[in-house]
């Protein structure tokens, strides 16, 4: 009979090296996911208006909003497709402080910003609509 000792710690030697091996992929698989967490994160509060459109979360990053933005939003959101005069006046009820600017000035630029940031949609109408997520034609 052969002693196979030796082969046998051969074997367990071969083992722990893909042990290690692979442990080192799990480590180095680890810290890409922690890295994407990260960027995914930053990206959250670098785009915090998708946070507030139909269908996803509402909380998220609003507190970044300008007050005319979550003005618009809401005022958008709870009464549907609006034009500038309407919202014009709706902010002015609301008791709004443009600063001194033009109320409808103020709006219109807020909306042109928002439209390009795919929040808001400008009907044919002319009147403007929260946009939906997958609405490409904004």
């Known amino acids: ?24 992929q799990l480590d180095t698989l680890a810290e890409r996911e922690a890295m994407l967490h990260s960027m995914l994160e930053y990206e959250r509060m670098r785009w915090p208006e998708q946070a507030i459109l139909p269908g996803l979360d509402k909380t998220n ?3 970044l909003w ?3 933005s979550r003005f ?3 005022t958008l959101g709870t009464y549907g497709p609006q034009s500038l005069d309407e919202l014009r006046r709706r902010a002015l009820d609301h008791g709004h402080d443009f600063k001194g600017k033009s109320p409808g000035r103020a709006l219109n630029f807020a909306l042109v910003g928002m439209a390009r940031n795919r ?5 044919d109408t002319g009147k403007w609509k929260l946009a939906h997520p997958d609405d490409e034609s904004v």
Do not use: F
């Not at 929040?119 to 009907?123: G, P």
């Open 66 to 68: 300008t007050p005319l």
């Open 1 to 24: 009979m052969k002693d196979i000792r030796n082969d046998l710690k051969e074997r367990i030697g071969e083992l722990q090296a893909l042990r290690a091996q692979l442990q080192r």
């Open 72 to 74: 618009i939003v809401e």
């Open 119 to 123: 929040i808001v949609k400008k009907l």
């Open 61 to 63: 990053g609003h507190r």
